[in-house]
């Protein structure tokens, strides 16, 4: 029911077949309220909609809607494309009502109803008691069972079963754990909306990272509520399959202006930063001056043209291997994206070092301190821990210089000292180029990715990054005792004129000099390394 | 003729008159070539063109053109809006050629073609040798004098003189202030191309910033050649008000297409990220089976769309006072742009802050180690400086605490021991808070922009960024005997749930307090605060 086409880490291409027709993901469903339509379904459809979501349990509680149920969904709002329900957690917790409906009446209710997509009845884990919150997650997953037994078999309905747990990340994953095990076909992910409103995206990227991470991986994980184009990339790069929301419309009655950077608000544009339809139509002060009612569906439409537009950005940001740099790119735009950014590659980077795909055809783009946690270097660091080095007698640690064609051109100055004095014992030096980016890299693994695809500003070859310390520290203290000597060429004779061009200090290299400079022995000519070599060769 | 009407930093909104209508800036005019006309220019004004350059030496140089001059360039491409005409400099330049023509007949000839704008001929100052540079400058300042003195008086025409100089920033300098002398109307800064084509925005930014710190404020500055919309935000933001280029009928003519991200090759591309007219209208494949010339029209024209677009973001963005905020998120993009990004506002953010608003309507977003050199910041670090300090007994260091919310209870918990005890001799106590933005802040100082405005990413609350090391030095240096005591309160023992619900360390006040715990007194208990401080007040 799931095939999925293409991977980057956790975010995947996907289609999901349906009765009506079949989603490609990332995709998102707008909610489409049956009593306060805004925009019709066939209209979003035009927009670039794939399918949409609406509320069985809103229907249910609707008595003209509800006698009509039997016709089905999609007759009772005029649309034939992919619908799916939700069943009325959401508005539990949002309006505090009690739900006068069970899960075994909303299930069959669906049954009649006949979306592509029915949700049991969850329960929405907004708590800060943890006891309050594991009920909520075993009774979610009680209704599963209940509902999978219940709902009408072959129906060609594909039941979603919630995972709950809200802030109690062990809770998710409980959850995440026991909605797999049943036979569902989807899992949306609740509790979300909580902490999107106060601009926690930290909790919320955590919470989808650790309910992908739990589940089954062939199954869509939805993230519900999410509909703000600007987080978008980012949940999809911690597992979001699937989003949906009515934020198009809600942003649209307040007269607020979706981008993929963040929010304006219509009275502030003086030029719709845009080339939608309806921005290239309408100037903000024509917009002003229509009724409220005119405006809201026309800002709704811009919202949605944004919203579909950076989903297709986040598609062929997959479909090339750039997820990653797309997200550096939209987390810029917000302090709170980028502390989610940064944080959930600090804690998860290992985790989701095998999801990475082996090899891109595209570059490696640093752009913050985050990406040094990125699943691609933290690879290469996992690597260097589990070294099967040969014997050899001497470690020679260099620096690796930024641009490429400089490097190369070191790389072969260097080669050129060796050979020349040990041509056949070549291969008993082990050179090791301290780079900014990935810490050590050894002269052998120089030709996988991204050891050569990558880019970073040249001022990190002038700074000291942590994390590539560490990685040094790391491999120095598992390796050093595999050799005889160790030396630390610091070439301060090897010009060129791009060194002066580009003000290129090396101070990483600088911290390992100064770091290792009593375990080994540092030369800074190369006449004095052609001396040492021959002398530990000779002997 | 140049009129002003917003600013944000050296970024501006500006109205350019001309014959032909007004430029807002900032702006670019697409270059369009007689004898090879992709899109029609009354086809480029629906797209959103407010002008165009087409070149007065190629007119010159084609027979069947030429004859038609006297009727006037407006005629002669059929467009009556606004057009500029260049000279050849950038023709002889490009294809190494020798000009068939002086800066009089060129002069001469534009005056006959009468463009909205007229550019002398200028020399391309594309060497390696500082001498050569510097006639080229010569030459470029004497040709101006020469034109200005042949040119019709009256013409209606508003005359270009061009900054050269190339990469020596001295010579740049020293043309725009020769030039600025001169009664041009309008500056185009040269040779940019060469650099660009290498990617070295960080060269290309810093003739900008040189160009427009040197000339005279109130003419529009004009960088030839930049075209790529990823790069529009930090060129305005160092001063560029126009721009021109051919890029986007250049890059089609290679099935490449714009973003403000970067360049996607067509047949690469699987969905466009874009919902100008053209994405919308067709698919990726469907321009991969027409015609060579059918696509590249369509394809130039959607990177006129993604153009004039960026345009619209930026100057929205300027208009609400968040260039930085727009810049920051186009150089995470690439990391040529985030290295020249970061250059810039290291080596010219003191001369960039008598440019920046005292305050703005909207926060100051942090996004990389970049903005912390960022003019706002300089400015209060500038401010910190020169402080006249009144007679006080005790500065009093504490931490800032990221979260509005908390640091406001912090700051009242603080108030109030000190309020219980010393009540009159409040005023006594210099309370100054360790943050991680901004150094140092004085609580007198506290009210004023950005120094609640601003977000962080709540991780740099637990780093120890240079800069900021860097003010609380300079400020302890500067003041430290200004006090008879200093106290470094370390408030372990005060508690809330955010403290640990988001891991809030404050790893530069624990790093300032092993720096100067030599030079006051430590403490980390409110009580011993107390006891402390009456002991001070009773003595």
Redesign the interface.
């Known amino acids: 029911m799931f095939e999925i086409i293409e991977k980057d880490g956790l975010a995947r291409i996907g289609k999901l077949k349906t009765a009506h027709g079949i989603i490609e993901t990332p995709n998102l469903l707008p909610v489409y309220n049956p009593n306060i339509p805004l925009i019709t379904p066939n209209e979003m459809k035009k927009i670039g909609m794939n399918g949409l979501i609406t509320n069985a349990y809103i229907i249910y509680n609707t008595p003209e809607l509800r006698e009509q149920a039997t016709k089905g969904v999609h007759s009772l709002i005029s649309y034939d494309g992919i619908i799916m329900t939700d069943s009325g957690a959401y508005q539990s917790w949002m309006y505090r009502e009690e739900l006068e409906v069970s899960n075994q009446e909303i299930v069959e209710f669906q049954d009649l109803l006949k979306p592509d997509i029915g949700t049991i009845l969850d329960i929405f884990t907004d708590t800060d008691s943890h006891e309050e919150a594991e009920k909520g997650v075993e009774t979610t997953h009680g209704r599963g069972i209940e509902a999978l037994n219940l709902r009408q078999k072959d129906s060609g309905i594909l039941w979603a079963g919630p995972i709950q747990g809200g802030q109690f990340l062990d809770l998710v994953e409980k959850s995440a754990r026991l909605m797999s095990e049943l036979e569902f076909d989807y899992h949306p992910l609740g509790t979300l909306a909580p902490s999107l409103m106060s601009y926690n995206y930290k909790q919320v990227a955590e919470q989808i990272i650790v309910a992908r991470l739990s589940m089954i991986q062939s199954r869509p994980l939805h993230a519900f509520s999410i509909g703000h184009p600007m987080f978008f990339s980012l949940a999809i790069a911690c597992g979001a399959d699937i989003f949906d929301s009515s934020a198009y419309a809600l942003f649209a009655k307040n007269d607020r202006y979706l981008t993929n950077?963040g929010t304006?608000r219509l009275e502030?544009?003086?030029?719709?930063?845009?080339?939608?339809?309806i921005c290239?139509k309408y100037k903000p002060k024509e917009l002003l001056k229509m009724t409220l009612k005119e405006r809201q569906c026309l800002i709704a439409e811009h919202n949605l043209?944004?919203t579909?537009?950076e989903l297709?950005?986040i598609?062929?940001a997959i479909?090339?291997g750039r997820i990653w740099?797309?997200v550096?790119?939209?987390v810029?735009?917000?302090?709170?994206l980028?502390?989610a950014f940064?944080?959930i590659l600090k804690k998860y980077g290992e985790r989701l070092e095998p999801y990475e795909l082996a090899s891109k055809s595209t570059a490696f783009?640093?752009?913050?301190?985050g990406s040094l946690d990125r699943p691609e270097i933290r690879r290469h660091q996992m690597k260097m821990q589990n070294l099967s080095l040969n014997a050899r007698s001497v470690l020679l640690l260099v620096p690796e210089y930024p641009l490429n064609d400089l490097n190369l051109k070191f790389k072969r100055y260097v080669n050129k000292i060796l050979e020349e004095i040990i041509e056949k014992e070549r291969h008993l030096v082990q050179v090791a180029h301290v780079s900014p980016l990935f810490g050590i890299i050894l002269e052998d693994l120089q030709g996988t990715y991204p050891l050569i695809q990558n880019?970073?500003?040249?001022?990190l070859c002038n700074q000291i990054p942590s994390r590539s310390l560490q990685v040094i520290e790391n491999f120095m203290n598992s390796y050093r005792n595999q050799f005889s000597h160790i030396i630390l060429y610091d070439p301060k004779d090897f010009q060129d004129p791009d060194i002066i061009k580009y003000n290129i200090k090396l101070q990483l290299f600088q911290q390992v000099v100064k770091n290792y400079e009593s375990s080994g022995t540092v030369l800074d000519n190369h006449e004095h390394l052609k001396i040492k070599i021959e002398r530990i060769f000779k002997n």
Request: aromatic content about 14%.
């Open positions: 950077m304006l502030k544009i003086h030029e719709f930063p845009c080339s939608c339809p290239l043209y944004v579909f537009q297709k950005s598609r062929q479909r090339t740099e797309l550096q790119t939209r810029s735009a917000h302090p709170a980028l502390e940064r944080y783009f640093y752009a913050d301190t880019e970073y500003p040249l001022d």
